[in-house]
């Protein structure tokens, strides 16, 4: 059974700084492109960042310089390191794991950004 699991979402100040963990089970983890994604209320889902498994990162222009992702193989586990946060990140952050034609996603975790 594949369960991609988040954390680490809460309520930050504006300017502050949260890290999400998302752990990943019942997948070759080390294989796998991971990303995470945000929606907004009333808003679509967009991406956010990604890592290949070669560690090649892609962000969102939104985020860029604020964000980073990383992954950690032997644990399983892909990080969104999140700076500088912003009134327009509040969100439910989701991680996603693609390989080919398997697409997973996490259940999601919440943001909430203070002004």
């Known amino acids: 059974q594949v369960q991609l699991v988040e954390s680490g979402g809460g309520l930050v100040q504006a300017g502050g700084s949260l890290r999400l963990s998302c752990a990943a089970s019942?997948?070759?983890?080390?294989?796998?492109?991971m990303g995470w994604y945000r929606q907004a209320p009333g808003k679509q889902r967009e991406l956010v960042a990604t890592i290949t498994s070669g560690g090649s990162t892609n962000y969102a222009d939104s985020v860029k310089g604020r964000f980073a992702i990383s992954r950690d193989n032997a644990k399983n586990t892909v990080y969104l390191q999140m700076n500088s946060l912003k009134p327009e990140d509040p969100a439910v952050y989701y991680c996603?794991?693609?390989?080919?034609?398997?697409?997973?996603w996490g259940q999601g975790t919440q943001v909430t950004v203070s002004s």
């Open positions: 996603r794991g693609i390989l080919r034609t398997y697409d997973y």
């Open positions: 019942g997948i070759i983890f080390s294989i796998y492109v």
